[in-house]
């Protein structure tokens, strides 16, 4: 069974930076759009961050253009997330998703991870 599993979440210290990664167990997923949403609670799942396979379409929401970055190995078939100057606000479980072809809305992925937890404190 196919799995992404995600890595690096943790408590951070506003201004601070942390690095997602997202490692998927088949190779074949190397040519799927990965991204990276999140929720917080009591919020709906919400869209941070994607990249086509290619890495010639790459996406952000507004609330973290120019603070996040995502990069993808297709090699390495893993997918990261690059978080600077994090805000408390953006404290919520992070989660990596792929599919085939490319969106930024979380009902159009089918494949998922478990989630990691983002912490920043003020």
């Known amino acids: 069974q196919v799995q992404l599993v995600e890595s690096g979440g943790g408590l951070v210290q506003a201004g601070g930076s942390l690095r997602l990664s997202c490692a998927a167990s088949e190779h074949s997923f190397a040519t799927y759009t990965k991204a990276w949403f999140r929720q917080a609670p009591e919020k709906e799942r919400e869209f941070v961050a994607a990249?086509?396979?290619?890495?010639?379409?790459?996406d952000y929401s507004d609330s973290v253009k120019g603070r996040f970055y995502i990069s993808r190995d297709n090699v390495g078939n893993t997918v990261t997330l690059q978080m600077n100057s994090l805000k408390p606000e953006d404290t919520a479980i992070y989660y990596c998703?792929?599919?085939?072809?490319?969106?930024?809305?979380?009902?159009?992925?089918?494949?998922w991870g478990q989630g990691t937890q983002v912490t920043v404190s003020s």
């Open positions: 990249i086509s396979w290619t890495g010639v379409s790459i």
């Open positions: 998703a792929a599919r085939n072809g490319y969106s930024l809305r979380p009902s159009l992925y089918n494949y």
